[in-house]
């Protein structure tokens, strides 16, 4: 039987995923007064659990490998194209969902629809997810915790 062993990276990367969404959806529920299981796993908020995840997973292979590894350089990179995505592409997504779902409520009235088929209704209503993206602050959580973690965890 195989020993089942600590891996520092995983753990570190997997733990700051956690913790970013654990804080997410305490936020969330500060903020809105209710509780949305969906922030337990879904993107968007503060702070950002994908930079959280990749930056703790770049500073835990620093740690273990050292930052003039080729280890250390493709993660930094992979770091670098995760918050960087997060902040435009993913961002600007959420924001024409946002857009869409106001059109959506604008255009699309329970008066406006004259079909007598209640799915129909049902899909024409069904709104975008609007949380995808982060703003720079929320990125700029997400990293600082995942370091954070990864600063604090034993090497093993």
């Not at 020993?3 to 809105?32: C, D, G, M, P, R």
């Not at 007064?33 to 500073?59: D, N, Y």
């Not at 670098?80 to 997504?93: K, L, S, T």
């Not at 129909?120 to 600082?144: C, M, N, S, W």
């Amino acid at each position: 039987m195989h020993k089942l062993e600590y891996n520092y990276i995983l753990v570190s990367a997997v733990v700051s995923w956690f913790v970013a969404q654990i804080i997410k959806t305490f936020l969330h529920f500060i903020l809105t007064k209710k509780f949305k299981a969906e922030r337990l796993i879904g993107a968007g908020g503060m702070p950002s659990s994908h930079s959280a995840l990749v930056c703790s997973a770049t500073i835990a292979v620093s740690r273990k490998c050292g930052i003039g590894s080729a280890e250390f350089a493709i993660m930094f990179l992979v770091a670098m194209i995760v918050m960087y995505d997060a902040m435009g592409v993913r961002r600007a997504a959420g924001l024409h969902a946002r857009e869409i779902n106001r059109m959506n409520r604008l255009f699309i009235s329970k008066e406006s629809i004259k079909s007598s088929d209640s799915k129909d209704i049902e899909q024409k209503r069904k709104e975008l997810k609007e949380y995808l993206g982060h703003t720079p602050f929320e990125v700029l959580g997400g990293a600082l915790l995942g370091i954070l973690i990864a600063m604090t965890m034993p090497v093993g």
